[in-house]
């Protein structure tokens, strides 16, 4: 995949929206994915579990690309921003919240 099918966006963010997470989106989302998609899709969903920390429907594009072309060096630097963003966020929560 070369860019994220509309269908597995959208699949992935509505499981992500409901399960908190995009590597259980992962699964919510399993049986409704393309067979050739899945490995990478997959390991796209962890990659943003474990290296990003979220992603919306305004970046998983940009992140998407990122993930395949991680020479791509306006593409990693996206993906910093992204990720230091989502790393504000926590923070903010966990002060406000108290987790």
């Known amino acids: 995949m070369k860019v994220l099918p509309v269908y597995a966006k959208t699949l992935l963010l ?4 409901i399960t908190g997470n995009f590597t259980e989106a992962y699964f919510f989302a399993e049986e409704s994915l393309k067979i050739k998609h899945a490995d990478e899709l997959r ?3 962890n990659w943003i579990d474990e290296e990003i920390g979220g992603a919306a429907s305004g ?9 395949k072309n991680p020479d791509d060096m306006e593409a990693v630097r996206d993906m910093e921003a992204v990720r230091e963003a989502y ?3 926590k923070k903010i929560f966990a002060i406000k919240f108290g987790q």
């Open 87 to 89: 790393e504000l966020i």
């Open 59 to 67: 970046n998983i594009d940009m992140l998407f690309k990122a993930y």
């Open 43 to 45: 390991s796209f969903c």
């Open 14 to 17: 509505k499981g992500a929206s």
